[in-house]
């Protein structure tokens, strides 16, 4: 017992100059010299805001994603996975990516942000989003070439024909 006899003495106030050099002061200023609570005076707000300063985030009440794959974005801003290529925006280019397949989905994370999301492609199949290259797809130009003495007679109009 922490109050009968001599040990109890030197153990009791020792051990609350551990605690309240551990942050505990204000456990230790609202209890008397027993131990037993004491009624205070203090506006709940004050105490809330004072106990805020020392209590850590509460974690997401969400599951976080378990990663199928690991995989690191190569220099075409695309992962593979499933003999299948997707693409992510650019500023991860070189950084590993977490990929998750929900439903049908695959789900592209960095760091538990969400990076990209793709519907499933087939092996050998792209999915790419315009949105990751910073402007839609181009057809190829081709140079024209003619070949025969009608095609470079054609040509020779001008760019109107």
């Avoid at 020792?14 to 609570?37: F, H, K, N, Q, Y």
């Avoid at 050998?124 to 989003?129: K, P, V």
Wanted: proline share 9%; with cysteine.
């Amino acid at each position: 017992m922490a109050g009968s006899g001599p040990l109890g003495a030197t153990l009791v106030p020792s051990l609350l100059a551990a605690v309240r050099g551990r942050s505990g002061a204000l456990v230790c200023a609202r209890t008397d010299s027993r131990g037993e609570p004491v009624e205070i005076a203090a506006v709940p707000v004050v105490c809330l805001a004072t106990e805020r300063s020392v209590l850590w985030p509460q974690p997401s009440l969400r599951p976080a994603i378990a990663p199928t794959a690991t995989r690191k974005v190569d220099r075409l801003r695309t992962v593979r996975y499933t003999s299948a290529r997707y693409s992510v925006p650019g500023a991860y280019i070189g950084k590993r990516v977490d990929l998750a397949a929900l439903g049908g989905e695959l789900v592209i994370t960095h760091r538990a942000n969400g990076v990209a999301r793709h519907r499933i492609a087939g092996p050998g199949e792209l999915s790419l989003d315009d949105a990751h290259y910073g402007c839609p797809a181009h057809a190829p130009v081709r140079a024209i070439r003619p070949r025969s003495a009608a095609e470079l007679a054609f040509c020779g109009l001008g760019p109107l024909a």
